[in-house]
């Protein structure tokens, strides 16, 4: 019972996609080229540093290729990852790092707040078919909340 | 059986999977601080702390300090060799250093590392481009990113069949090619992969790569004479030991022959 609670209050929100990064993507949802830059050089870091601490959920044995440099591929750039409440790409780091891709506030002040994914692990990686289940609804444009 | 790791084996089996895990890690992002390879880093707990703490050139100075190390150790530096601890090389990004990965190292708890981490055991070789080869008992992985080592470990062996774990990139609509590095990857070398496992005795093939039954498996196939089983859409493992693999996007596992067999 505690963990349904648990489950609706931490409605789990995808960032980071956009529909240059796979065909199967709604090509309505957001395109990358108009979040290059946006994100603030001061974060940057920050952001990266956050994403890369995140918990690998779900491998993808597939190299995505850079939006705009189709000479770099990126392995396992589809695998999934999470802190338990926000989901994302194995790749947006790099994207967020090379390209200072802007994402959204709510997560930007998520990140600064606690600067490291700190969740446990096997709890976060427990969940995986919900965080599959949510990442894939995104991907159609119907979010999972 | 080279045995890099073998002195974790006498640790609990859970420490041995960790050290495993967090060794290759450290060795990726080695090469990725060195500037060698690799877009994502940093992957292990070392360099994840290192680089929270603001100590991104530091971390880079290890990374490179650690290359250049191995590089000595290419050239017969014997101090050099001494330096890598437990004899660990970081060869990976290097090639041609399974020697010096073969320096100082024993043979204890090698069995205890198979079992605890899916029969993921050794490093085997390495292809003609310099990617490392990873091989197990009934599996080979080509590459050396942090995603095709989860794989390998969490995947729920098929009964008879050979796993091969490699990334794979569409190129067209219909078509895909693997990827090792991020370097397209033809089919002939990730034959020679699997013909450097002692353990692939002609057993049929199980691809675990993306769109692998978009082209590569056929050619797999025909170069191997072996029944070769490919997905037509992205492949993933969740990070949950044996574990088995799921074809994403509506997409199937498909069964291919060799051309010209009956099958």
């Keep these: ?145 | 059986m080279l045995t890099w790791l073998g002195q974790a084996g006498s640790a609990a089996a859970s420490s041995v999977v960790n050290a495993f895990e967090q060794t290759a890690l450290q060795m990726y992002d080695n090469a990725f601080y060195s500037g060698l390879l690799g877009t994502q880093a940093p992957q292990s707990a070392l360099y994840q702390s290192i680089v929270q703490n603001g100590l991104t050139g530091t971390a880079q100075a290890i990374g490179s300090n650690l290359i250049n190390t191995a590089q000595a150790v290419a050239n017969g530096n014997p101090t050099a060799i001494g330096s890598l601890a437990g004899g660990v090389a970081v060869g990976e990004a290097l090639g041609g250093l399974t020697g010096a990965a073969e320096a100082g190292v024993d043979s204890a708890g090698a069995d205890a590392l198979a079992s605890a981490t899916n029969n993921i055991d050794e490093l085997g070789s390495f292809t003609a481009t310099g990617s490392q080869i990873t091989n197990g008992s009934g599996i080979t992985v080509v590459g050396s990113d942090p995603v095709s080592l989860r794989v390998a470990s969490n995947v729920a062996p098929l009964n008879g069949a050979f796993d091969v774990v490699v990334h794979g990139v569409p190129y067209d609509d219909a078509g895909a090619v693997f990827s090792v590095d991020g370097l397209p990857t033809n089919a002939n070398q990730i034959a020679e992969a699997i013909l450097s496992n002692p353990t692939w005795n002609g057993q049929p093939i199980r691809l675990l790569t993306c769109y692998g039954g978009c082209g590569p498996v056929q050619e797999l196939s025909d170069i191997l004479g072996v029944p070769v089983q490919g997905a037509t859409a992205p492949v993933g493992v969740p990070q949950v030991p044996n574990s088995a693999p799921i074809v994403r996007q509506g997409g199937q596992w498909l069964n291919f022959f060799p051309t010209g067999s009956s099958k």
């Design chain 1, 1 to 145: 019972m505690v963990e349904l609670l648990s489950d609706r209050e931490q409605q789990m929100k995808v960032v980071g996609l956009f529909r240059e990064l796979d065909s199967h993507i709604n090509q309505a949802i957001q395109t990358i080229y108009d979040m290059v830059g946006k994100l603030q050089v001061d974060n940057v870091t920050a952001m990266t540093t956050y994403l890369r601490s995140g918990v690998p959920v779900f491998d993808v044995m597939e190299a995505s290729v850079d939006p705009f440099d189709r000479s770099v591929q990126i392995e396992g750039g589809p695998s999934l990852m999470s802190d338990g409440v926000w989901i994302w790409r194995n790749d947006l780091a790099y994207l967020v790092e090379r390209y200072k891709v802007g994402l959204p506030d709510e997560f930007v002040s998520h990140a600064m707040k606690h600067k490291v994914v700190s969740g446990d692990k096997k709890i976060i990686a427990s969940k995986w078919e919900k965080i599959v289940e949510a990442y894939e609804l995104a991907e159609k444009g119907i979010r999972s909340d």
